[in-house]
């Protein structure tokens, strides 16, 4: 059976990729099959943080279009993770990422793509790779895309950061994972500046969203100055940003 992981922001630049990808090569160190599909389709990038420049391909537009099956854009990154920790006994992750060509990515916007086959893809996927997980990095904001991705998620993730404007558009974003009956709805804050009070933080966040906070990810100068440079948590385990995500993989396993 597949958990269906979606992580999401009501507003860009929240750390959702970098998250993402940090989760799910945790997840497969400790020896689950996982696979991570960027359907932010508009603006890929998830890619950058697994080792590629360009998009390896085919990709999950090709897919979309009719040029291949889903699990041929699958590209399995097993080694990306075992360069940096160990991986458990079984432990897989493969990467259906999108197109980063120009061309490619204005085609989307001027013509779109059929979201059914996304589904069918999604599903496809999990049966064919035999999944543990799926991990969705959406599109931010709300979109057709994003709605099927929580319909179909086991656990939703929302990332946020300390500010009127995040905590504005998540308010709205709860609300329509409520909405579509999301089993699992979980919020991660992100980019928390040092000397903030945390319990009070964490008492604002319950006040406004009445769900669980599960991480709150440091603003850290090694993250920024890592930036897109690979995977933080595995090359940095001990980090205090790093155990937040840790903590989220555990929780997700739950």
Not at 99 to 105: A, E, L, N, R, Y
Not at 130 to 155: A, K, R, W
Not at 173 to 182: E, H, P, Q, S
Not at 202 to 225: D, G, H, K
């Amino acid at each position: 059976m597949t958990t269906v992981v979606s992580v999401h922001s009501f507003r860009g630049g929240t750390g959702k990729s970098n998250t993402t990808a940090n989760v799910a090569a945790r997840l497969a160190a400790s020896g689950a099959r996982v696979a991570v599909i960027d359907t932010d389709i508009q603006s890929p990038g998830v890619h950058v943080l697994f080792g590629f420049e360009d998009t390896p391909e085919p990709t999950l537009n090709d897919y979309l279009w009719g040029k291949c099956a889903i699990t041929e854009a699958a590209h399995e990154i097993t080694a990306t993770v075992s360069q940096d920790m160990a991986v458990s006994d079984g432990g897989k992750l493969w990467l259906v990422p999108s197109s980063i060509k120009p061309s490619d990515i204005a085609r989307v916007l001027r013509e779109g793509y059929d979201v059914g086959a996304l589904n069918d893809g999604f599903r496809n996927l999990a049966k064919d790779l035999n999944l543990d997980y799926l991990m969705i990095d959406t599109h931010p904001g709300l979109n057709e895309e994003t709605l099927l991705s929580f319909t179909i998620s086991d656990v939703l993730l929302l990332l946020l950061r300390p500010d009127r404007q995040d905590f504005q558009g998540t308010a709205v974003t709860v609300d329509v994972a409520r909405r579509l009956d999301v089993p699992n709805l979980f919020l991660v804050l992100n980019k928390v500046p040092q000397g903030i009070d945390l319990d009070d933080l964490r008492q604002q966040m319950t006040n406004s969203y009445a769900s669980e906070t599960i991480a709150m990810l440091p603003l850290s100068e090694e993250v920024v100055l890592n930036a897109s440079g690979g995977l933080f948590s595995l090359t940095s385990p001990e980090h205090a940003w790093s155990q937040q995500i840790a903590g989220i993989v555990e929780r997700v396993k739950a």
